[in-house]
């Protein structure tokens, strides 16, 4: 059974930066690309990052392109989005998610159960 465990999230001030981790379990997490999804208040799903299943290769949203970088350590079988100047639109509930390809599957088969940044002085 896929199992993905978000932390890091909490509050910071606009300009400040975050990290956030998905700890990952149940599958073969070195074979899979792996993203990064959140919801804003009141809105739907926003897709942010992707990463092949190597770490060699990334793509973003134009949202967060240039502010937030993904990673992984595949022998910690850990995700990371590490978020810099953070703006009061970035608020969301953060997600990771397994992707069904090692790389641009562009459908997810695993879902962590989210993490919260709020963003506020």
């Known amino acids: 059974e896929v199992q993905l465990v978000e932390s890091g999230g909490g509050l910071v001030q606009p300009g400040g930066s975050l990290r956030l981790s998905c700890a990952a379990s149940?599958?073969?997490?070195?074979?899979?690309?792996m993203s990064w999804v959140r919801q804003q208040p009141g809105k739907g799903l926003e897709w942010l990052s992707r990463?092949?299943?190597?770490?060699?290769?990334?793509s973003y949203a134009d949202s967060v392109k240039g502010r937030f970088t993904t990673s992984r350590d595949n022998a910690k079988k850990t995700l990371y989005l590490q978020m810099n100047s953070l703006k009061p639109g970035d608020e969301a509930v953060y997600y990771c998610?397994?992707?069904?390809?090692?790389?641009?599957?562009?459908?997810?088969?695993?879902w962590g159960q989210g993490t919260l940044v709020s963003v506020s002085v």
């Open positions: 990463i092949n299943n190597g770490g060699d290769s990334t």
């Open positions: 149940g599958f073969t997490f070195s074979t899979y690309g």
């Open positions: 998610a397994k992707d069904i390809t090692n790389w641009g599957g562009d459908a997810f088969d695993g």
